[in-house]
Each structure stands twice: as structure tokens, then as C-alpha cells.
């Protein structure tokens, strides 16, 4: 089975805090993907990688960064979090199929 | 602006009855197509996956696609309450040489006891 692993379930942070998000895959899967999840707006992707050391902007980029220095860690980074930041933050990884993470949710106060 | 749509819901069936979820998608060249189920507080779970035109079946599940209609759906057999949660729809669309998952913002299935 597909494991994808996030560091963090609940986390509650402080406007300007940097936040980092961790994510790790054990399936040897070349894309990773950050996305945030809403109450009526779905998923929408923020950053995603196909390759070590390369990341492409997704639909909503502003305010984040990511950072993928081995295959398996895909790490999302928030350098100064918001409140409208306040999210479920998803961690996914894909061959074919995209296996998601258990989430994490971000409170920013 | 590539989309894919979904209807909301909530969608309420008795149990033991066929629940019937829809998706359309706007990009006529989209290959691949999948359902995931979503408990409330939990992450997505990857239910079903449909590449090719027609019928496709895994246990109580069916996923339809029909590429010209530009359509996606799953049949749920025997509803259960436990079947009771939001249903998500993604296609992977491509974008300027890369491909992205676009998600539909989910259908809320409701199984009546």
C-alpha cells in the first residue's frame, strides 16, 4: 500500500510565524502535491514537483513556497503565515493514481 | 479554464438503493478520471480510476466514462450508511506540457437507515 506521511495533524501558529509542512512517500513516486482544502471552494493546488529539486506554481502560489530536496520529502512552507492561511493542507503523491496524506490542519491566530 | 463540475448534493438515497454520482469535465483531451471518497475530517480516499470508455466495476462500484459526452459518473450499489460522505471527482488535465489533478468540489452522498 501506498503510504504518504505528514508530519502534522493539528497545528495552531501565530501571524508571522514560518510554517513548515512535511511530507514523505515511501512508493518511489517522481509527483508530489501540495493542496488546500476549503469549505465550498474543493481542493486547489498550491505548489506541485515532478522531480527532486523542481517545482511548478499551481492555482494558488502566493504566500508559499515549497522545497523538494530528495525524491521522497515534499515540503510546504508557509515564510510568514496569515490567517486566511487557516486551512486542511493535503500532501499527495502519484504514479498513475494520486494517494493523498491524512491532512493537516493549520490554524494561524 | 479547465473544470470539472459536480453537483453539490446532498444527494439522499434509502439504503440498499443504487446511488448515482455525476462529473463533467471541460478538456476534450483528458485521460485519465478518478473518484475518491471524503469522511468529514478525514483526507480523500482513492475509490475508483476509469482510462477507457465505458463501464468499469470493483465490488459495489461502477465508474462510467463516456469521453464524447465529456462525463464521468459512479454507481454505488447497495448503499449503505457507511457509505455516507462527500465524493470527489478528479481528471488529469493537461496544462502548457505538464498534467494536474483538477478536482470537482464534491457531491455529499446521504445513506438513509
Known amino acids: 500500500d501506498v503510504k504518504v506521511t505528514q508530519s502534522s495533524r493539528y497545528l495552531v501558529k501565530r501571524t508571522g510565524e514560518k510554517v513548515f509542512l512535511e511530507c514523505v512517500q515511501d512508493?518511489?513516486?517522481?509527483?508530489m502535491f501540495w493542496y488546500r482544502q476549503d469549505p465550498g471552494l474543493g481542493l486547489r493546488l498550491i505548489y506541485f514537483s515532478y522531480d527532486v529539486k523542481m517545482k511548478e506554481k499551481g492555482d494558488i502560489p502566493e504566500g508559499y513556497s515549497v522545497s523538494r530536496e530528495k525524491k521522497e520529502r515534499f515540503s510546504l512552507i508557509l515564510e510568514s503565515a496569515s490567517t486566511n492561511q487557516t486551512s486542511m493542507y493535503l500532501c499527495?503523491?502519484?504514479?498513475?493514481?494520486?494517494?493523498f496524506g491524512e491532512g493537516s490542519r493549520l490554524t494561524v491566530l | 479554464q479547465k473544470e470539472v463540475e459536480q453537483n453539490s448534493g446532498p444527494l439522499s438515497v434509502p439504503e440498499g438503493a443504487i446511488a448515482s454520482l455525476n462529473c463533467t469535465y471541460s478538456d476534450r483531451g483528458s485521460q485519465s478520471f478518478f473518484w475518491y471518497r471524503q469522511y468529514s475530517g478525514k483526507s480523500p480516499e482513492l475509490i475508483m480510476f476509469?482510462?477507457?470508455?465505458g463501464d468499469k466495476e470493483d465490488g459495489r462500484f461502477t465508474a462510467q466514462l463516456n469521453k464524447a459526452s465529456q462525463y464521468v459518473s459512479l454507481l454505488i450499489r447497495d448503499s449503505q450508511p457507511s457509505d455516507s460522505a462527500t465524493y470527489l471527482c478528479a481528471v488529469n488535465m493537461r496544462f502548457s506540457g505538464t498534467y494536474k489533478y483538477i478536482f470537482g468540489t464534491g457531491t455529499r452522498l446521504k445513506v438513509l437507515a
Open positions: 476509469i482510462y477507457s470508455n
Open positions: 499527495a503523491s502519484s504514479y498513475k493514481e494520486l494517494f
Open positions: 512508493m518511489d513516486h517522481e509527483n
